[in-house]
């Protein structure tokens, strides 16, 4: 099974800081890598994504870098703050097809 | 307020038994997919279905099964459940047919939690 892997497992910074989550994928038939957002008791929302011929898109505060040659992206939040405290999952999706397979997801924090 | 429904919102059982969960997804939406979340693990695929036909299948234990209906709600099936089976089942749904190349926007629901005891 096509896998990606989501590294760190948690993450704590303070406000104001630029925690960066990394994510490494296999299958080199992907073609959609987004992010999704979970606040303890919701489900999965969808916060930022990318396609592979782009090499960094920035939404807001969110930003992901992508290196295609790696076979590696990666979200990075700029400024903050203890709202964006919640569980972040990157994904990726198959040419064939339109499931996602998702990473491990990171439990991040953000104090005040 | 993400336009996918899921019901129960919480659910206790036995071991042994079978419940059902139930989806609505997004008006226009045709596919459906359904995942499951346990402690400590990330979101692993269980099945899709596209407007009534199973378009993939992930790691699914074969004492689970779903369905899509004419109305394009779908229905996850967990039998002789287990202790393991404790976990978040979310359904997505998205407009993707899983026919070609793109992005492909999955709209979550809240979840059904299962407990088994």
């Known amino acids: 099974q096509q896998q990606v892997k989501q590294s760190p497992q948690s993450l704590i910074v303070q406000k104001g800081g630029i925690p960066i989550i990394n994510c490494a994928y296999e299958n080199t038939a992907f073609d959609y890598f987004p992010w999704y957002q979970q606040f303890p008791g919701k489900g999965p929302a969808l916060l930022i994504a990318i396609r592979p011929d782009v090499s960094e898109k920035k939404e807001g505060r969110f930003t992901i870098s992508f290196n295609k040659s790696a076979k590696q992206f990666s979200l990075h939040i700029m400024d903050s703050q203890p709202g964006d405290s919640a569980t972040y999952f990157c994904a990726a999706k198959e040419t064939s097809g339109s499931r996602l397979t998702f990473g491990e997801g990171t439990q991040l924090t953000v104090n005040p | 307020d993400s336009g996918v429904t899921q019901t129960p919102k919480h659910l206790i059982t036995a071991t042994g038994q079978r419940v059902t969960l139930r989806c609505s997804p997004r008006?226009?939406?045709?596919?459906v997919y359904w995942y499951q979340q346990s402690l400590d693990q990330g979101l692993q695929f269980l099945i899709q279905y596209y407007n009534g036909e199973e378009r993939a299948k992930g790691n699914i234990l074969e004492r689970f099964s779903a369905q899509q209906f004419p109305d394009l709600h779908s229905e996850l099936n967990l039998s002789s459940l287990e202790l393991g089976d404790s976990a978040l089942y979310f359904c997505a749904s998205s407009p993707e047919t899983g026919l070609g190349a793109g992005a492909n926007v999955l709209t979550f629901g809240a979840g059904s939690r299962l407990t088994v005891l």
């Open positions: 008006s226009g939406d045709l596919s």
